[in-house]
T-cell receptor, first 111, second 114 residues
Framework: RKEVEQDPGPFNVPEGATVAFNCTYS??????FFWYRQDCRKEPKLLMS???SGNEDGRFTAQLNRASQYISLLIRDSKLSDSATYLC????????????FGTGTRLQVFP | GAVVSQHPSRVICKSGTSVKIECRSL??????MFWYRQFPKQSLMLMAT?????????EQGVEKDKFLINHASLTLSTLTVTSAHPEDSSFYIC??????????FGSGTQLSVL
């Protein structure tokens, strides 16, 4: 089983739509969770951290369910510029900066 | 914000040659540098972790004699792909860490081996 699993998509949605991505992780000792965005052949860029209490940044909402080892990202009012691959990222355990990346979910927003 | 400069951005080389990829942290000291590889439509896979002044720690399945990592200073780390073959063609990317899960990625190197 992969350490971090995501639905690869692609998700093809019209502008203005709401879209949700899910991610599961296998290591219950994982401490930190992030969503990154990656455009084709570019470096990943941090989108947001994920907390158990949930956190929101504009049109983006991230949620963590530790009991189910499940992370989600919700994008409201999708824009064309949101088209990218969204990577679920988990830090393996304490005292490490080692990031474990999911395969990513591809989002394509069309006019 | 902190910047990691990665060069070259693209390399095309013949099979059997060696390729060096360089990552410099421009305005911070990267105590740790991570090197990743990403094949098309796949996730970033950690290849190795290097700490300044010590030997790199390689992930399972990554040949340390083929992928030479040098982290001689707090601002420079290099990855050398020795005797590159077509199957080594991939997107290689580094990230520097200041600790506390703060990672700053280089812009990546697309390696194509003919």
């Amino acid at each position: 089983r992969k350490e971090v699993e995501q639905d690869p998509g692609p998700f093809n949605v019209p502008e203005g739509a709401t879209v949700a991505f899910n991610c599961t992780y296998s290591n219950s000792a994982s401490q930190s969770f992030f969503w990154y965005r990656q455009d084709c052949r570019k470096e990943p860029k941090l989108l947001m951290s994920v907390y158990s209490s949930g956190n929101e940044d504009g049109r983006f909402t991230a949620q963590l369910n530790r009991a189910s080892q499940y992370i989600s990202l919700l994008i409201r009012d999708s824009k064309l510029s949101d088209s990218a691959t969204y990577l679920c990222v988990v830090v393996g355990s304490y005292n490490t900066d080692k990031l474990i990346f999911g395969t990513g979910t591809r989002l394509q927003v069309f006019p | 914000g902190a910047v990691v400069s990665q060069h070259p951005s693209r390399v095309i080389c013949k099979s059997g040659t060696s390729v060096k990829i360089e990552c410099r942290s421009l305005d911070f000291q990267a105590t740790t540098m991570f090197w990743y590889r990403q094949f098309p439509k796949q996730s970033l896979m950690l290849m190795a972790t290097s700490n300044e002044g010590s030997k790199a720690t390689y992930e399972q399945g990554v040949e340390k004699d083929k992928f030479l990592i040098n982290h001689a200073s707090l601002t420079l780390s290099t990855l050398t792909v020795t005797s590159a073959h077509p199957e080594d063609s991939s997107f290689y990317i580094c990230s520097g860490s200041t600790g506390r899960e703060k990672l700053f990625f280089g812009s990546g190197t697309q390696l194509s081996v003919l």
